[in-house]
């Protein structure tokens, strides 16, 4: 299986350090993804990077004058397509071969490129950059959703069956391409952000005797849904974008909404594989003597909400179960704050800092040994460390940005509960008769 995506890449003015961080997996100039694209660190073997048109030390450059030689330096820059294939399904061989094949039958010979082939994640993933200017005839590249549909997924699917590989089935999406996290979440039987909202449909079913009662019902769990249009959409609370209700299967187009509220079966809410949830106290074995604070109060708080700890039979709010299917990673996190005892940014901050220097010492310790078989095992030591000490460092810096996320999500998830309250209240207000006891 081979997931592709494309993002444009317009800005040319920013810092080379941005590729540094091992986290990001997208550029926001053409140096960046260059840079990204062949990033040494990530690729781990000079076999896994291809160019054409241009060189790796000069790709960059090489594409400016391209650029100033037809006089089209401005809009958008180049191109990111990263493609990803399934965890133990390709070899860096292989994956390679076939970002170079894609690379070369996509683009034509008419634009300059780098690959770079990455083995730094569960699954292996190749980057292609290229220019935005063709280097044959000065026009520029066209990106949209039919060119990537009919091009650049048509011909990946393409080669991933020439090399006996799978393939993302979108039958069921009506050919919706699907972000690659929720689609492996979805293969393996994960939660995702639509679950929530499939839950929360379902719930309105049950509660619906009509169509009328139905849209009611949405609306008063804080959805906006709109018919006039060819494809009905419906956006949840909290929300920017709309999604159409056929999206999120067969069982949840109008049509078959409709169905299932004029013939009800025996209710059964949608859960998507649920894992066995051990309750219990996020700590390191040791008793707790003091009331939580800070971080690990607020990541404590969160995966209450979330069903993690013992809590009330209630509903969370959709604004924390969006999140569901990010609960491993929530209690890693929390997992962390207790190992280490931390509670405060600066807490983290400090930990982090001591961490990189930690790495820091075992990168120059590695440098100075010799690369002789003798001490092959002193470098795998060294290397297991770092690999460890990166995963701490990252960590650090994750929970720093999700500590945010988490922070707003508890906000919106007691807005939700004080906006139904109050709806409750009003509802029973207006249900209550109007007796008038003047004589």
């Not at 809009?75 to 061989?93: D, I, K, T």
């Not at 769990?221 to 009905?232: A, C, I």
């Not at 983290?348 to 003798?374: C, M, S, V, W, Y």
């Not at 996320?405 to 309250?421: C, I, S």
Request: overall charge positive; some cysteine.
């Amino acid at each position: 299986m081979a997931y592709t995506s494309v993002i444009p890449v317009r800005r040319l003015d920013r810092a080379v350090k941005y590729v540094m961080n091992k986290e990001k997996t997208t550029a926001v100039s053409l140096q960046d993804a260059l840079d990204y694209a062949a990033n040494r660190d990530k690729t781990e073997q000079s076999c896994f990077e291809s160019s054409y048109a241009c060189t790796l030390e000069t790709a960059f450059a090489d594409m400016r004058q391209t650029k100033e030689r037809w006089h089209k330096s401005g809009g958008v820059q180049g191109y990111h397509l990263v493609q990803s294939f399934a965890a133990g399904e390709v070899s860096p061989e292989l994956a390679h071969q076939i970002a170079k094949e894609l690379a070369a039958r996509v683009l034509g010979g008419r634009y300059e490129y780098v690959i770079g082939t990455h083995l730094n994640t569960g699954h292996i993933h190749s980057h292609i950059v290229w220019n935005s200017v063709s280097c044959v005839d000065g026009k520029k590249y066209r990106s949209h959703y039919k060119s990537y549909v009919t091009e650049i997924r048509a011909v990946s699917d393409k080669l991933c069956r020439k090399y006996r590989l799978s393939v993302i089935d979108t039958e069921n999406s009506n050919h919706v391409a699907k972000p690659y996290a929720e689609w492996l979440a979805e293969k393996n039987g994960q939660p995702t952000w639509r679950t929530a909202i499939r839950q929360d449909v379902d719930d309105a079913i049950r509660q619906s005797l009509t169509w009328r009662q139905f849209v009611a019902a949405l609306q008063d769990k804080g959805y906006e849904l709109r018919f006039n249009r060819k494809y009905p959409v419906l956006r949840p609370p909290g929300k920017e974008r709309f999604v159409r209700f056929k999206t999120l299967g067969k069982r949840y187009t109008p049509e078959a909404i409709q169905t299932r509220i004029l013939y009800p079966q025996s209710y059964h809410p949608y859960v998507e594989n649920p894992p066995t949830i051990q309750h219990g106290r996020l700590h390191s074995g040791k008793k707790l003597h003091r009331k939580l604070t800070g971080l690990r109060a607020l990541y404590y708080r969160y995966l209450y909400e979330l069903g993690a700890l013992h809590r009330k039979p209630s509903r969370p709010s959709y604004a924390v179960r969006q999140d569901a299917y990010k609960l491993d990673q929530r209690i890693r996190q929390m997992e962390f704050l207790s190992k280490n005892s931390i509670d405060t940014l600066a807490q983290l901050e400090t930990h982090r800092k001591a961490l990189q220097t930690e790495i820091g010492q075992l990168q120059t310790k590695r440098k100075q040994l010799p690369k002789t078989d003798d001490v092959q095992s002193q470098r795998e030591s060294v290397n297991t460390a770092l690999k460890q000490l990166r995963q701490e460092e990252r960590l650090c810096r994750k929970i720093a940005e999700h500590s945010l996320e988490v922070q707003q999500h508890l906000t919106e998830a007691r807005r939700d509960r004080a906006e139904q309250q109050q709806r409750e209240q009003e509802h029973e207000r207006d249900r209550r008769p109007n007796i008038d006891l003047t004589l």
